[in-house]
């Protein structure tokens, strides 16, 4: 019995190795652990290597209210075009952790590629990008913008669809 056991384990883990994704070294290549990529890969250039993303600018312009399926809710205005930051408001609230406000007031744009990026008091931080079609909006270290402080630590970023201008 312990012998039909084992060859059956024996061709289960056969059976699965072939599912695996293996690391290949090309022979003469000096680099170790590149990845073979199906030809036509859109993620993979002629060498098998991956294309660097473009460095583009993104125009939005949008006031949306959203309420996920947490209970968070909130409101944003954005308008961005060429991705210098023109107007940027958001109240964001987690029931029972507290509510975040950012303007663009508290903050100076300091970088446009390959994301936006604005500063404010104390490190806080404001990042927007494109990713397909929807913009993220996210915060970093602004504690001091959320009553209570504690609430920065349950925010999630801001998803903004760029057809519709709807976020959450």
């Known amino acids: 019995m312990k012998h039909v056991l084992r060859i059956a384990l024996a061709t289960t883990l056969l ?82 952790r507290g509510t975040c406000r950012f303007d663009l007031a508290q903050f100076r744009q300091t970088q446009a590629l390959p994301s936006v990026e604005l500063t404010g008091a104390r490190d806080c931080r404001v990042h927007m990008w494109e990713q397909g079609e929807q913009i993220t909006v996210a915060f970093a270290n602004c504690h001091h913008l959320c009553s209570p402080a504690s609430a920065q630590d349950y925010l999630w970023p801001l998803l903004i669809d760029k057809t519709t201008g709807q976020c959450d």
């Open 15 to 96: 059976a699965l190795s072939g599912c695996s994704v293996v690391d290949t070294i090309r022979p003469g290549s000096r680099e170790g652990g590149s990845i073979e990529r199906p030809a036509g890969s859109p993620a993979s250039s002629p060498g098998g290597r991956l294309k660097p993303m473009p460095l583009r600018t993104f125009s939005l312009s949008t006031q949306c209210r959203f309420k996920d399926e947490t209970g968070n809710f909130g409101s944003a205005t954005v308008d961005v075009v060429n991705s210098k930051v023109n107007a940027f408001k958001a109240e964001l609230t987690m029931p029972k």
